[in-house]
């Protein structure tokens, strides 16, 4: 049976983790040109582009959450169905292995990893018939920030700032503009989203992600559709949530509409929010041999155009001058003096930690002394390496920020009990930590979401690790850090970027009822 099909997916899922396709890289191109470089969204645009750029070179992960594979295939009538799921699993497997997914499917009882992106229903596998000859497989990583910025409206429906949405294409618009604020920079914004209007609770949330299976510069077949695409894509642009949440004129890069028929008494609207790292591929593949005979989204197997110039990559991250060093153990004195706006480049020890790590400190002891130390919000990829030296041979591949909003429970807590100085993540956190940032003296640092490969880059070693009970991901990282550069957005007298973004984009949400 098709010998090499399970080397085409291999390389399907290689690829679509490690190199954005051309509609992504034309509309982020926008994105990045659009930013005066020396702005907050300037930097984060730049960082974006050279992170698209190095991912491209090495093959590795563009963002280091790879997201729930969902692949869509379609498989002419006779195709064994079975034995195409089984090679598409052993395939997701293998990719995991090689460090080009990282270990994202947890038990949702115990929290377990399954160590191999398998497990009850992952990778998604949905298949459908169709009268070609040959196999196509359409594939989408689509990451847990984004995913947990997913919203659906049932109307009629109150929403914040726009009044009343009405089932109408009126309403449905009220809805995605609604669904863009409230994301802020939670899903890596600038981001694109897939909308179903109708259907019931399950099929248009399945619908809504069906949409980001087209590209970002089509035109819906569908005139009323079209029409509200392109309502809401300039709309969006004009809340000026921008990059990562941080103020700026590019807030979104696609919107795609679907309509499902719907019951008489419902009427949904779906929303699927990707983030920038817009990780969508495709392959057809001859049925005989299980070769790929044509990539989809993309010019076959042509090097992609980089983001950036060689003397832009070259010159890395755009420094103003005034970057501040930061070195851990930092002390309350160098924390009160930083504001929000200030940009920072820390170096020394970091500690990552996410949601298992936080859970685990609420009632235990910390496995290191955080003492003016850095907490870092990621669950990088790392693999074995024995030429990179340290503690157990690890090496990181890909460390981006993970949503910080998770830790909202816990955070103000931890600061509190063992003189953490700095956290660093994306997205922002709540009242109760800003409160506890001044109570405790910290600082809450905000690194470019899915910038997963320039980060990686700012790691000298991985000099050990901590409560690995947790699976890779969710472990207690040790790592050595250098010119790390991020963002103040919440600073230690009582001030938030993320909540003055968020009122201020309200503001204008208003002028769009
Ligand atoms: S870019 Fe951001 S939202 Fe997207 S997968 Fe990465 S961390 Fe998640």
């Given at each position: 049976m098709l010998p090499d099909f399970f080397d085409s997916v291999v390389q399907l899922i290689t690829r679509t983790s490690t190199d954005l396709p051309p509609d992504v890289r034309a509309a982020m191109g926008i994105a990045v040109r659009s930013e005066a470089t020396e702005t907050r969204a300037g930097q984060a645009l730049t960082i974006i582009a050279q992170n698209i750029d190095q991912a491209a070179s090495c093959e590795g992960p563009i963002c280091q959450d790879t997201?729930?594979?969902?692949?869509?295939?379609?498989?002419?009538?006779?195709?064994?169905?079975?034995?195409?799921?089984a090679r598409i699993r052993e395939a997701v497997a293998e990719a995991t292995r090689r460090g080009k997914l990282r270990p994202n499917s947890v038990d949702s009882i115990t929290g377990e990893n399954s160590g191999d992106n398998l497990g009850p229903g992952t990778?998604?596998?949905?298949?459908?018939?169709?009268?070609?000859?040959?196999?196509?497989?359409k594939l989408i990583l689509k990451g847990g920030g984004c995913e947990n910025t997913n919203a659906q409206y049932s109307l009629p429906a109150e929403l914040d700032h726009l009044g009343r949405a009405d089932r109408t294409l009126e309403g449905v618009r009220k809805c995605i503009l609604h669904a863009v604020w409230k994301a802020q920079g939670?899903?890596?914004?600038?981001?694109?989203?897939?909308?179903?209007?109708?259907?019931?609770?399950?099929?248009?949330y399945l619908h809504a992600k069906e949409q980001l299976f087209r590209t970002l510069d089509d035109t819906n077949p569908d005139p009323?559709?079209?029409?509200?695409?392109?309502a809401v894509m300039n709309e969006a642009n004009k809340l000026l949530v921008g990059p990562m949440g941080f103020s700026g004129t590019t807030s979104l890069i696609g919107c795609k509409i679907g309509a499902l028929n719907r019951l008489p008494a419902s009427f949904f609207v779906s929303v699927a929010y990707d983030c920038w790292a817009f990780r969508r591929l495709g392959i057809r593949v001859n049925a005989a041999n299980g070769a790929i005979s044509e990539w989809l989204y993309r010019e076959g197997t042509t090097p992609s155009q980089p983001m950036l110039s060689p003397e832009a990559a070259a010159a890395g991250f755009p420094r103003t001058g005034r970057e501040i060093p930061l070195r851990a153990?930092?002390?309350?004195?160098?924390?009160?003096?930083?504001?929000?706006?200030?940009?920072v480049l820390v170096s020394g020890p970091m500690y990552t930690g996410r949601d298992a790590v936080h859970a685990h400190l609420m009632k235990h002891e910390p496995p290191v002394d955080l003492h003016g130390a850095v907490l870092y919000h990621c669950g990088p990829v790392v693999v074995k390496d024995a030429a990179a030296g340290g503690e157990g041979g690890w090496k990181v591949t890909a460390a981006g920020p993970t949503t910080s909003i998770r830790e909202e429970p816990y955070q103000a807590e931890i600061l509190k009990k063992y003189g953490v100085r700095v956290v660093v993540?994306?997205?922002g956190m709540g009242a109760k930590t800003l409160a506890g940032l001044k109570e405790s003296g910290a600082v809450y640092?905000?690194?470019?979401?899915g910038a997963a490969q320039f980060y990686a880059r700012c790691i000298d070693r991985v000099t050990g690790v901590s409560l690995m009970q947790f699976g890779t991901p969710e472990a207690m990282w040790h790592l050595e850090v250098r010119d790390?550069?991020?963002?103040?957005?919440?600073?230690?007298?009582?001030?938030?970027?993320?909540?003055?973004?968020?009122?201020?984009?309200?503001?204008i949400l208003e002028t769009l009822r």
């Open positions: 997201g729930m594979p969902t692949f869509e295939v379609k498989a002419p009538v006779g195709a064994n169905q079975i034995w195409l799921r990778p998604i596998i949905h298949f459908d018939q169709w009268e070609s000859p040959d196999i196509e497989i939670k899903g890596c914004s600038p981001g694109a989203v897939g909308v179903c209007i109708g259907g019931d609770r399950t099929s248009g009323r559709l079209a029409q509200v695409e392109s153990p930092i002390t309350e004195e160098q924390i009160r003096a930083l504001k929000v706006g200030d940009v993540g994306k997205g640092l905000n690194a470019i979401g790390f550069p991020a963002i103040v957005t919440m600073d230690a007298h009582g001030n938030s970027l993320h909540r003055d973004v968020e009122t201020e984009s309200g503001a």
